[in-house]
């Protein structure tokens, strides 16, 4: 029981074709996020959600848009995919920070490794 | 600006010595939260440790401790004893604004490749 799974786990596409990534958990966690991984840069940040309908803008969110309809579900679409969208995507969730500021950490999914030919 | 650096792309190390991985950031937010993360081939990531900006004391958790020195805004990971699992990638991440908020964003650095030698 992984708390938070990624589908699909890879894919391949062609360009200008439309891709959604999707994540679903089952912690109830508020936040989520997503992020694609490239060499040289680290992990991004593309868009996050705060809850149900309430998303907002990572540092590189130009070609992607994103949905929350559910607790549960953080789609991630690339309306017209182009190679430069090859990468890898993680999502996350975290809950929040407590009055402390603490927090159990943030838990990342598998990771989708998403090519576009 | 980078809000975290992470200076060394690949890090060496003999097996069973001690490593430190270099990790400085800059905010202005008197309130935020430093990770580190680890990467290995098979492409997980994996939380290591956690320091408050406001923790006095600082962070360890078995074989890893984090040198978090406030005033020169940096955030070392050192791991003891390195074993040969511990090659991998290691990310530092911050979070700022852990005082209240309407996101909790993590922001990385590039990352530094850890090869454990036998």
């Known amino acids: 029981d992984a708390g938070i799974t990624q589908s699909p786990r890879h894919k391949v596409t062609e360009t200008g074709t439309p891709v959604t990534l999707r994540c679903h958990q089952t912690e109830n966690h ?5 992020y694609r991984q490239d060499p040289g840069h680290g992990l991004r940040l ?13 540092e590189v969110s130009d070609g992607y848009s994103v ?11 690339l309306e017209s995919a182009t190679s430069s969208q090859t990468s890898v995507y993680f999502c996350a969730i975290s809950e929040s920070a407590g009055v402390a500021g603490r ?14 030919v | ?21 270099d990790c400085t950031y800059d905010t202005s ?15 997980e990531m994996i939380f290591l440790i956690y320091q408050g900006s406001y923790d006095q004391q600082n962070a360890t958790e078995g074989r890893y401790s984090l040198n978090f020195q406030k005033a020169r805004k940096s955030a070392n990971l050192v791991i003891s004893a390195s074993q040969l699992g511990d090659s991998a990638m290691y990310f530092c991440a911050m979070r700022e604004g852990t005082s209240g908020g309407s996101n909790y964003k993590l922001t990385f650095g590039k990352g530094t490749l850890l090869t454990v030698n036998p």
Request: net charge positive; proline share 4%.
């Open chain 1, 103 to 116: 927090i159990h950490g943030y838990t990342f999914g598998s990771g989708t490794r998403l090519t576009v």
């Open chain 1, 30 to 34: 508020r936040y989520m996020y997503w």
């Open chain 2, 29 to 43: 937010d008197p309130s935020y939260g430093l990770f580190w993360y680890k990467q290995p081939s098979s492409g």
């Open chain 1, 46 to 58: 593309i868009h996050y959600s705060y809850g149900v309908k309430d998303t907002d803008k990572g």
């Open chain 2, 1 to 21: 600006a980078q809000k975290i650096t992470q200076t060394q792309p690949g890090m060496f190390v003999q097996e069973k010595e001690a490593v430190t991985l």
């Open chain 1, 67 to 77: 949905s929350r309809s559910k607790t549960e579900d953080f789609l991630l679409t």
